[in-house]
């Protein structure tokens, strides 16, 4: 299977009810459409509208009109249909023009014939797509196909996670949720002891990432005044300030959490003095 055939799969498995006209804007993207359908369908993937473009007899059917009028277990009609084709090999349906009672038969109603003496073996016919208004979809063993693809893929994805996850030389803990008896007026000293603790408590060796007095003091403090406190325990030198230079180890909320300064990397580890 190519690519564009895989395309072609995935795209029917998103439609409704996984079938969908040819014609229709989903398959805009692929100038081959019917050849793929053809190739795809020979693979049993999905299936699609057919019409018959030419029909032969088969030896029962052959058999079945030297039976003596009597025995014949067809109508009238179909008898004469079948000995149209017993006389012209290959031929088409629409060149098949039966009467009956100065009638025209219906086109439906000749198909219906068609299919009937197939399916008992009478006759072989040819199929090609429908000219007009071509559905098609996919069959079960299609529909196990993708999902089959489906489940690879996610397990790609998880290994990859599993992977990262490995490689880890540092798993942040969680930290206790803030108090709600911290008062949303602490110091600059009493910030300062609160970075003192938790580094102590999480075992970050003077270099504990922001995140964590976020989680601590956000609330009572908003983001922008534990910013300014920060800078302010920064040019009083009680602290310094040191950028992140790999961020596997971490998540994007817990990056988002650095100080981003516009240029540069962002300020995401406090180093106490």
């Known amino acids: ?18 079938r969908a006209y040819l014609a229709s804007p989903i398959f805009r993207n692929f100038p081959d459409k019917e050849i793929i359908s053809q190739k795809l369908a020979a693979d049993g993937l999905i299936d699609f509208s057919q019409e018959i473009s030419a029909v032969f007899i088969a030896p029962p059917g052959s058999a079945l009109l030297n039976l003596p009028i009597e025995e014949l277990p067809i ?10 084709i017993n006389r012209y090999p290959g031929i088409q349906p629409k060149q098949i023009h039966i009467k009956t009672k100065e009638k025209l038969l219906k086109t439906a109603e000749l198909h219906d014939i068609l299919h009937s003496f197939h ?6 016919i040819e199929t090609e797509l429908k000219n007009q208004k071509v559905l098609v979809w ?3 063993r299609g529909l196990q196909c993708v999902k089959k693809l489906q489940n690879y893929f996610e397990s790609l994805r998880k ?3 599993e992977e990262v996850d490995e490689t880890s030389t540092f798993v942040p803990s969680q930290v206790d949720p803030p108090s709600t008896e911290t008062s949303s007026k602490l110091t600059d000293e009493e910030i300062l002891q609160v970075i003192r603790d938790l580094d102590k408590e999480l075992g970050t060796d003077n270099y504990l990432p922001i995140f964590y007095l976020r989680q ?34 971490y998540t994007k909320e817990q990056i988002d959490a650095a100080i981003n300064q516009g240029i540069g990397r962002r300020l995401f580890f406090i180093i106490l003095n």
């Open 1 to 18: 299977m190519n690519t564009n055939e895989l395309k072609f799969l995935l795209k029917l498995f998103d439609c409704s009810d996984r």
């Open 75 to 84: 109508s009238d009609i179909e008898f004469r249909i079948l000995d149209r």
């Open 119 to 124: 399916s008992r073996g009478l006759i072989f």
């Open 138 to 140: 996919l069959t079960e």
């Open 159 to 161: 290994e990859s996670v």
């Open 216 to 249: 601590k003091l956000q609330p009572p403090l908003s983001r922008e005044e534990l910013d300014t406190v920060i800078y302010r325990l920064q040019r009083s030198d009680k602290i310094e300030l040191s950028s992140l230079q790999e961020g596997m180890n």
